[in-house]
């Protein structure tokens, strides 16, 4: 057990939701090096959310509202650190949530749907794969025709790189969330909010309640700009760190 009062309480509760879900196998191994590689970047934001996060998180609910049919993809780190945020967001905005995941298998589909039906989920596509994001190999391709494949705009925190250009060459309007501003994702995506998941997605249907023009912001929003607002403040940081 680890006490409330340690320092890194919160950081180390979102760990251990980490490393269970690997012995629940709703986690892929690898998910745990991608989430060592957001604490490290969590660390140098300060583990809050900064300004430049906050503007990403209105332009995502800006883009949220004017899409016609939104997707939130949920892969199995999402879902143990933001699983009933992430229900209670595609309710608020009427997004279909869609279990995607990178290392396909339909037994971490199945667990991971559960899941999200256990926090009020009521239809959740992944299972079916019967489209494909174009050109991508392997199972890593498969997608839901209704969900990913048909949407306009899609909610893909925590993606890689790959599927994130492939996503954008089919046309799509791409939000992420993803802690480190230099990935490829973070550099190809229309949003990217800089921000720890857990933060930023009650944010999201926080803003998107209160959005009265999404136009106006969507006119404003400058990505490539607030990834720079996001790389200055880290080195700011960096640089004024007393040792
Ligand atoms: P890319 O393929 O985009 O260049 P990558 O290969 O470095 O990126 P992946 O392992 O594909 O990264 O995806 C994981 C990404 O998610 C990492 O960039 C990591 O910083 C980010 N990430 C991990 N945990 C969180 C979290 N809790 N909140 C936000 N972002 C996170
Ligand atoms: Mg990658």
Not at 55 to 71: C, D, G, R, S, T
Not at 127 to 142: F, L, S, T, W
């Amino acid at each position: 057990m680890i006490p409330p009062s340690h320092p890194r309480y919160e950081s180390l509760m979102l760990r251990n939701r980490i490393a269970e879900g690997v012995e629940k196998g709703i986690v892929h191994p690898t998910g745990l090096i991608a989430h060592g590689r957001g604490e490290a970047f969590d660390y140098l934001i300060g583990e809050k959310t900064q300004p430049f996060a906050e503007k990403a998180i209105v332009a995502a609910a800006a883009y949220l509202k004017m899409a016609e049919h939104p997707v939130i993809s949920v892969n199995g780190n999402t879902a143990v650190l933001s699983g009933r945020e992430i229900v209670e967001l595609a309710q608020a905005s009427n997004a279909i949530i869609e279990v995607n995941l990178f290392h396909r298998s339909g037994e971490r589909i199945k667990k991971i749907i559960n899941l999200l039906r256990g926090f009020g989920g009521e239809k959740i596509l992944g299972m079916e794969g019967d489209a494909r994001i174009e050109g991508i190999e392997h199972d890593r391709a498969i997608c839901s025709r209704e969900g990913i494949y048909s949407a306009d705009v899609i909610l893909v925190p925590l993606e890689d790189g790959d599927r994130c250009e492939a996503l954008k060459k089919m046309g799509k309007i791409v939000l992420t969330i993803d802690l480190n501003p230099l990935s490829r994702t973070a550099r190809t995506a229309d949003v990217t909010i800089v921000d720890n998941i857990v933060r930023a997605i009650p944010l999201i249907k926080k803003f998107y309640l209160e959005m009265e023009r999404p136009d106006e912001v969507i006119e404003k929003w400058d990505n490539a700009n607030n990834l720079k607002e996001a790389l200055h403040f880290i080195s700011r940081r960096l640089q004024e760190m007393e040792l």
